[in-house]
């Protein structure tokens, strides 16, 4: 009996979990390992916090998924990796032995990157805890307005997609709400969308204002209870700070002696094995691909999912698994707070309601193929 360990509720492990519900593995014991007992798709959660979707209509449960792959589903985060025993072990030093591991627990944010972040900011990641947070946040502000208290200031930090959809949706809920709220978004310097073409950040620079978001082109240099400090040396009020910041690595695979690239994400080759252990695999986030590096984006963690399962099934057959290159340009479909959106691919962007509604339908239909 071989045991494969499926580490992470990820984008890319649910795609081998219905995989192997649609196609059972004989004599191989599976087991999915995940802190969170679902799965939130990160492409729906600038709507929910808008307004336009319950929490319910963007996540997957993953104690139905993995029961439907006939697969063990343990609750925990994994924290430490043996590769000369091929165990892994939670936090609570559970071990969880395997033959194989497949790795796809996403990025972690680097709470130490900015001094004060993590003990007066909010972060994105992981998305549970900004989803705990949000609601009892939006409820003290409808409050103080209601009191007749000044407008709160707050501040999203990171000028990727992840940032800038945040902070579009903040303003959008205040503003349909009726909270005064003055949103602003410190992009960092390279401003806004620095991996996207010159259209789409045209756009979202003129979007943003009218949309009732502040920006501010500067690196966060320090954050306090109640304000950021700038970089060039400027300081801006803030009662709320969210950080977006962008994906960082977990610092377990770099211990367990996997090999790392230089961010310390976990190198894999075309067939999403470790370069260093064949028996990993890993996709997603919380990888890289020697020769063919991805912005970190749950557009690439999504396709990576077909080929992994492939590999898997593969490997678990003693077949060789077969060589994957991820597309080289991917379509960003980036909500700006109402129901519009932007589309952005290779340069190229358009945008309006009807970018939206394609949005949605692709967003819906991703959620609704798990969570049954």
Same mark, same amino acid.
Do not use: C, K, M
């Given at each position: 009996m071989k045991r494969l360990l499926l580490a992470g509720g990820g984008h890319s492990h649910v795609f081998v979990l219905d995989a192997l519900a649609r196609k059972p593995l004989v004599d191989v014991e599976v087991t999915l390992v995940?802190?969170?007992?679902r799965q939130v798709y990160s492409g729906m959660l600038p709507g929910w916090i808008a307004g336009h979707y319950e929490i319910e209509q963007c996540v997957i449960p993953l104690a139905p998924l993995a029961q439907r792959a006939n697969a063990r589903f343990v609750q925990a985060h994994v924290a430490r990796l043996d590769l000369a025993a091929?165990?892994?072990?939670t936090e609570a030093s559970e071990p969880l032995p395997f033959d194989v591991i497949s790795i796809a627990t996403g990025p972690v944010m680097n709470l130490d990157a900015i001094p004060g972040l993590r003990e007066h900011?909010?972060?994105?990641?992981?998305?549970?805890?900004?989803?705990?947070?949000?609601?009892?946040?939006?409820?003290?502000l409808a409050a103080l307005a209601e009191a007749g208290e000044d407008a709160a200031t707050l501040t999203v930090l990171g000028g990727g997609a992840g940032?800038?959809?945040?902070?579009?949706a903040i303003a959008h809920r205040m503003q349909t709400a009726r909270v005064p709220a003055r949103v602003q978004l410190v992009t960092g310097k390279p401003g806004l969308l620095p991996t996207l073409g010159e259209g789409v950040r045209r756009r979202i620079a003129r979007l943003a204002p009218a949309r009732g978001v502040r920006l501010i082109?500067?690196?966060?240099?320090? %954050?306090?209870?109640?304000?950021? /400090?700038? +970089?060039? $040396?400027?300081?801006?009020?803030?009662?709320?700070t969210i950080a977006a910041i962008g994906a960082a690595a977990a610092e377990w695979p770099r211990e367990a002696g996997l090999a790392v690239d230089e961010r310390g994400f976990i190198a894999v080759d075309e067939r999403l094995q470790s370069i260093s252990h064949p028996f990993v695999f890993a996709a997603g986030d919380c990888a890289s691909m020697v020769g063919h590096p991805r912005p970190k984006s749950g557009v690439y963690a999504v396709r990576a999912g077909p080929p992994l399962a492939?590999?898997?099934?593969?490997h678990l057959a003693g077949k060789r698994p077969r060589r994957y290159r991820p597309q080289r340009v991917a379509l960003y479909l980036i909500s700006t707070g109402p129901?519009?959106? %932007?589309?952005?691919?290779?340069? /190229?962007? +358009?945008? $309006?309601?009807w970018v939206w509604r394609w949005k949605d339908r692709i967003d819906r239909r991703f959620v609704a193929r798990y969570a049954r």
């Open positions: 995940s802190p969170f007992d091929r165990i892994a072990y900011a909010i972060a994105l990641r992981p998305i549970e805890s900004l989803i705990q947070a949000w609601p009892r946040l939006f409820a003290q940032g800038v959809e945040l902070a579009l082109e500067d690196d966060a240099a320090e %954050i306090t209870r109640h304000t950021v /400090l700038l +970089a060039d $040396g400027g300081e801006i009020a803030s009662d709320v492939l590999n898997l099934l593969r129901q519009h959106a %932007i589309a952005s691919w290779d340069g /190229l962007s +358009a945008e $309006g309601r």
